[in-house]
């Protein structure tokens, strides 16, 4: 099972990036997929989920901003960031949990400058 994000980099405050993490390994569409962010000096914490099903949920700090999508064909699921903030600039994470073991993708550096 692997998760592999990209689409990170260096955008400046009000900017807009879009991650993307692709699924291999498993079958994609039964899984409830979401996205960390581990921000330095902070701890690792939960941006967006998304369920099997489509339903979503947002961390508050990034609720009408972000946007999480999936695409269960392509086996991928996204984040789409607007309106960013310098208090975005984190490693972001993709994650599931399968068959109750965390996977990880390997993160992807978002820097927001002001």
């Known amino acids: 099972v692997q998760l592999q994000a990209s689409g990170g980099g260096l955008v400046q405050a009000g900017g807009s990036l879009r991650l993307s993490c692709k699924a291999s390994g498993i079958n994609f569409r039964l899984y409830d997929m979401d996205w960390y962010r581990q921000a330095p000096g902070k701890e690792r914490e939960l941006v967006a989920m998304i369920t099997n099903s489509g339903s979503t949920n947002y961390a508050d700090s990034v609720k009408d901003r972000f946007t999480i999508s999936r695409d269960n064909v392509w086996r991928t699921v996204n984040l789409h960031m607007n309106s960013l903030k310098t208090e975005d600039t984190a490693i972001y994470y993709c994650?599931?949990?399968?068959?109750?073991?965390?996977?990880w993708g390997q993160g992807t550096l978002v820097t927001v400058s002001s």
């Open positions: 994650h599931c949990t399968y068959r109750g073991y965390d996977i």
